[in-house]
């Protein structure tokens, strides 16, 4: 049997449980050790997977919630999010894709430090991500149609966002500020040099009342 072979038998969409997924993504380089070079690798597409992140972070595995956080870090260091707006799982040899609801990570603390000009605001992922908001890791704020609330975001790597915890959310937006941004009068937050406007301080006022 030829290793290309033996290789298409440990595919990636014939696993039927954690551990043979496990098995192949510890094979993939630096698997475990941090975010994979995922950027680098070009295999060919092999399905969609039934793996879903659920808008609270939670990873499900045909129809079941992924338990073993370990696991679930492994699987977040191959994960990339392409110019077609899906999000796949890569190896050097595989690209499986899978189905998120909203942001494949989620920011479940912060902090701050400095002030002004010099303030840096630090997020925390559910997976483990440690991320500087500021030039390369911007926020971004998303107005909730349904419900009229605000969804902040901040960029991780790659295309990969991480949604900003609710309550960490509250914490976040006492830190904004009154900046002028293009003419007009900004609620907004400052990191690392960069500032991200949350939305206009007028409409925060109406808001407020």
Known sequence: MTERSEHAEES????????GLEALISRATRAGKGPA?????NPDFCGDLDME???????????????????????????????DGKTYLVTPAERVGIRVADAPFVAVEMDVSGAGDDQVITFRTNVGDVVEAGPGNPLRFVDED??????????????LEALVARPVMYELVEHGEEIGI????????????????????????????
């Open 12 to 19: 990636l969409t014939a696993a039927r449980e954690a551990r």
């Open 37 to 41: 070079p995922v950027e680098r690798w």
């Open 53 to 83: 992140i659920k808008a609270d972070g939670t990873w499900f595995y045909l129809g079941t919630p992924i338990g073993r956080m370990p696991l679930v870090q492994l699987f977040s260091t191959v994960l990339r999010k392409d110019a």
């Open 146 to 159: 349904a419900t009229g609330g605000l969804k902040p975001y901040v960029l991780v790597r790659g295309r």
């Open 182 to 209: 293009g003419g007009r009068t900004m609620f907004a937050v400052r990191s690392k040099g960069e500032v991200y406007p949350i939305m206009p301080a007028d409409k925060l006022k109406r808001l407020s009342v």
